[in-house]
């Protein structure tokens, strides 16, 4: 099929719907384009697949390098399809500073989930996007979730420090940790411990078994800590192993316990309806940062801008202002 624009955008949406893999392929592809053109049919597509999105258990993953956190992804995902699931994964990658394509392959370690007919895995450059997932995320979950996949795993950049984006997105947030390099307990002055709403010690099994059980004690009294008198019940904590399987079905009751509970008392609506107020406002930023970069008459106006600052002769602040005037103009601000 081919790209929206050249035919009718209502049979290419259509497609998506009916799970057309090569029509799901194509409509990430547009949607994670820069070109201007793609951006427009990009919307397009997005305004007709947003009513068939929002129902799927969305879950952000994420973790300190090593945690295995696209081994554990594998193994959980396909015990999901094999208990009737469909299963879409969004590996975020850092983006190399040449290319701006991914730099690793989190395919490669998912090898038995990318071979699922009910998996769909799809890896993204981070772009520089900050907070462990890329620009266009979100915008990548509805044509999943439109095309009927009702699990959705968000695998964040793994740099361990600001992924908190994350949460934002998704319904539940998993930490992957591992127990006996510290890691488990310096999460928390990082601040992703506090948004977790799941937590899981990975490599629970063999000689690091006991360390494992270890760092869950001492996770779940920091968290004890970190929440008490918030009224928020602290996060679940319990350890797994992807490499023999152990503890994967208990993680996936905890998941679901979480969203179940969250829906029974409005929390997962209201979780909802501010996730569609920062997606606006993100979409908002991101049409003023195209205005910069599409717009002849203010690209001018950056350029020089960016030349006066650069030589001293302009302050940030004033040359910001200047930008952000030359924005409003071609806007009518």
């Given at each position: 099929m081919t790209a929206p624009g050249t035919v009718d955008a209502e049979a290419y949406a259509d497609a998506v719907r009916a799970g057309d893999r090569a029509a799901v392929a194509r409509a990430l592809t547009l949607v994670e384009s820069n070109l201007p053109a793609d951006r427009a049919r990009a919307r397009r597509l997005l305004r007709l697949l947003s009513p068939y999105a929002g129902t799927a258990h969305r879950i952000g993953i994420s973790g300190v390098p090593g945690a295995g956190k696209s081994t554990l992804i594998d193994v959980l995902g396909r015990r999901l399809t094999a208990l009737g699931h469909r299963v879409a994964v969004l590996a975020v990658d850092p983006s190399s500073p040449r290319t701006g394509g991914s730099i690793l392959g989190d395919r490669t370690r998912m090898a038995g989930l990318a071979a699922d007919p009910a998996a769909f895995i799809r890896p993204s450059p981070s772009a520089g996007t900050l907070g462990g997932v890329a620009r266009d995320t979100h915008d990548v979950i509805v044509v999943v979730e439109a095309a009927g996949y009702d699990v959705v795993l968000v695998e964040t950049?793994?740099?361990?420090?600001?992924?908190?984006?994350?949460?934002?997105?998704?319904?539940?947030?998993?930490?992957?940790?591992?127990?006996?390099?510290?890691?488990?307990?310096?999460?928390?002055?990082?601040?992703?411990?506090?948004?977790?709403?799941?937590?899981?010690?990975?490599?629970?099994?063999?000689?690091?078994?006991?360390?494992?059980?270890?760092?869950?004690?001492?996770?779940?009294?920091?968290?004890?800590?970190?929440?008490?008198?918030?009224?928020?019940?602290?996060?679940?904590?319990?350890?797994?192993?992807?490499?023999?399987?152990?503890?994967?079905?208990?993680?996936?009751?905890?998941?679901?316990?979480?969203?179940?509970?969250?829906?029974?008392?409005?929390?997962?609506?209201?979780?909802?309806?501010?996730?569609?107020?920062?997606?606006?406002?993100?979409?908002?930023?991101?049409?003023?940062?195209?205005?910069?970069?599409?717009?002849?008459?203010?690209?001018?106006?950056?350029?020089?801008?960016?030349?006066?600052?650069?030589?001293?002769?302009?302050?940030?602040?004033?040359?910001?202002?200047?930008?952000?005037?030359?924005?409003?103009r071609r806007t009518g601000g």
């Open positions: 950049v793994g740099v361990g420090q600001s992924e908190t984006a994350v949460a934002d997105l998704t319904d539940t947030f998993l930490l992957v940790t591992v127990g006996g390099t510290g890691d488990h307990l310096q999460a928390i002055k990082r601040g992703v411990l506090e948004r977790a709403d799941v937590v899981a010690v990975n490599k629970a099994d063999g000689a690091q078994l006991a360390g494992a059980r270890v760092a869950a004690r001492e996770l779940a009294a920091a968290l004890r800590l970190v929440h008490g008198g918030s009224g928020v019940t602290a996060p679940s904590v319990l350890t797994c192993s992807a490499a023999d399987g152990s503890g994967i079905a208990e993680l996936w009751e905890q998941l679901r316990a979480h969203r179940d509970g969250q829906a029974a008392s409005g929390v997962l609506a209201d979780r909802r309806r501010h996730r569609r107020v920062a997606r606006l406002r993100a979409t908002v930023r991101a049409a003023l940062l195209d205005v910069l970069t599409a717009d002849p008459e203010v690209a001018d106006v950056v350029a020089r801008v960016e030349a006066a600052v650069s030589a001293g002769t302009v302050d940030v602040a004033h040359g910001c202002e200047q930008i952000v005037a030359a924005c409003g």
